[in-house]
């Protein structure tokens, strides 16, 4: 992922304006997950990568089961929040 060039990545989706786009993409028809705003996408997107995989990445088409489906799972409660957080102020 990358973040205002501060985290360049070349795999996933960009996470400039995420609380943004998070918005548009609940609303997007390919959208199944069961998120009603930016805050419950960004912690389904963590915790269930694959409910919804962004059409677009910086390599070209973004694919399923690239981010661990267990990193969400994997952090401690707090750490997941404060993730959530900061992920949620990108604007």
Do not use: W
Not at 22 to 35: L, Q, S, V
Not at 38 to 49: H, L, T
Not at 54 to 64: D, M, N, Q
């Amino acid at each position: 992922h990358a973040i205002r060039g501060v985290a360049a990545g070349a795999v996933g989706p960009t996470m400039n304006k995420l609380a943004t786009t998070a918005e548009a993409r609940i609303k997007d028809p390919a959208y199944k997950g069961t998120a009603k705003n930016a805050v419950e996408y960004i912690r389904e997107a963590i915790v269930n990568p694959n409910v919804f995989v962004v059409a677009e990445c910086p390599t070209g088409a973004c694919i399923a089961n690239v981010m661990p489906a267990t990193f969400g799972t994997s952090l401690q409660p707090a750490d997941l929040t404060a993730l959530i957080d900061y992920l949620s102020s990108l604007k």
